[in-house]
C-alpha cells in the first residue's frame, strides 16, 4: 500500500511518495521481465547520455516525481533535471525535464515513466478544463472511484493537481448511500437512519436520489448531502430551488463538457466526473535522447 501526501503552498503542489517503489518495480517485472532484450543487445552497458521530456501537445501537466522515479529506480546515479512542476500548463515543445543518466536506464524506463506521466496529465489537463467551465457558476468539479485499479490515488491526485477536488478516496471515508443500498435496506429513510446509527457524528451521510420525491425523502430524513444522480438538468433546477441551500446537492451521470456548464448553472453545489479518471485522453508527451525534437504541431 502507498501513500500520498499533498502540500500546496500558494501554487505550489508537491507531492511526496511513500512505498511508490514497489508500485514502480511490479510495473517494470510487468514490462521489462528478465530484461530489456532489445536495449541490452544495441547498447553496452556503461554508456551514458541525455534525455529530454517533451509536451507534444498543450495542457496541465501531473506526476513529474513519479516519472522521476522509475529513472532513479533503474539507474540510482541519474540526474533527474526538472524544468517545470506539476500544475505547470504545458504548450508545444516545452522541455518539462531532462535527464542524465545511464542509457540502458533512460532507454528502457522510457515507456511506463510516459505511461504515468501521460496518463496523469490527461488527468490534469481534463480536471482543470471542466473545473473553469463550472466555477463561473460557483460549483466545485469532483472526481470518483472509477479509477484504475491499484492507481487511485496517483490518479486521485492529477485530479487535484488540475483544480477539481476528490470526492471519497474508497469504501472507508465516507458513506454514499447508492440505489442498491435502498433496494435492500427498504427505503431512503431506513438507510440514513441506519447509516447514522453505525457511524460516528464526524461522518457525513450523502444519498443517491433519482427524482424529487426521492429529494424530498433524503432531506427529511437528515441526509448531509443529496446526490443528483442522471436527472435533467430542469429537474436538478427544481432540486435545488426545493432544498434551498439547506444541504449540498450533487449532481451525477452523464456529465460532459458540452453539458457542464447547463449543470452548474442550475446552482448545484458540486459537481461528479467519473470521465476525469475513466475517460481522460492521455496528454502526448514524448523522451527525445540526445537533442530535442521539434517536429511541426
Known amino acids: 500500500m502507498y501513500e500520498f501526501v499533498k502540500e500546496e503552498a500558494g501554487n505550489k503542489l508537491e507531492l511526496e511518495l511513500y512505498g511508490l517503489e514497489s508500485l514502480i518495480d511490479r510495473c517494470l517485472a510487468e514490462d521489462v521481465g528478465p530484461g530489456d532484450i532489445t536495449t541490452n543487445s544495441i547498447v553496452p552497458p556503461g554508456v551514458r547520455t541525455t534525455g529530454y521530456l517533451v509536451a507534444k501537445e498543450s495542457g496541465v501537466l501531473a506526476g513529474l516525481k513519479v516519472a522521476e522515479k522509475v529513472f532513479t529506480r533503474l539507474d540510482p546515479g541519474a540526474e533527474f533535471i526538472a524544468r517545470l512542476s506539476d500544475g505547470a500548463t504545458l504548450s508545444f515543445g516545452a522541455v518539462i525535464a531532462e535527464i542524465k543518466a545511464q542509457a540502458r536506464a533512460i532507454l528502457t524506463g522510457e515507456r511506463l515513466a510516459l505511461n504515468f506521466l501521460q496518463r496523469l496529465s490527461g488527468i490534469a489537463t481534463c480536471a482543470a478544463r471542466l473545473s473553469a467551465l463550472a466555477a463561473e457558476f460557483g460549483a466545485v468539479v469532483v472526481d470518483t472511484r472509477k479509477t484504475t485499479p491499484g492507481l487511485r490515488q496517483l490518479e486521485k491526485y492529477a485530479v487535484r493537481v ?114 476525469l479518471t475513466h475517460s481522460a485522453k492521455a496528454l502526448d508527451i514524448s523522451l527525445d535522447i540526445g537533442e530535442i525534437k521539434r517536429r511541426a504541431n
Do not use: Y
Open 162 to 275: 488540475g483544480g477539481a477536488r476528490n470526492h471519497r478516496f474508497g469504501l472507508f471515508d465516507a458513506v454514499l448511500i447508492k440505489d442498491n443500498h435502498i433496494k435492500i435496506a427498504g427505503s431512503i429513510t431506513a438507510a440514513v437512519k441506519a447509516a447514522k446509527k453505525f457511524c460516528p457524528h464526524t461522518v457525513k451521510v450523502e444519498v443517491e436520489v433519482e427524482d424529487l420525491e426521492g429529494v424530498r425523502e433524503a432531506l427529511a430524513a437528515g441526509a448531509d448531502i443529496i446526490m443528483l444522480d442522471n436527472m435533467s438538468v430542469d429537474e436538478m433546477r427544481k432540486a435545488v430551488s426545493l432544498v434551498a441551500g439547506r444541504v449540498p446537492l450533487e449532481a451525477s451521470g452523464g456529465v460532459t463538457e458540452e453539458k457542464i456548464r447547463l449543470i452548474a448553472a442550475t446552482g448545484v453545489n458540486l459537481i461528479s466526473v467519473g470521465a
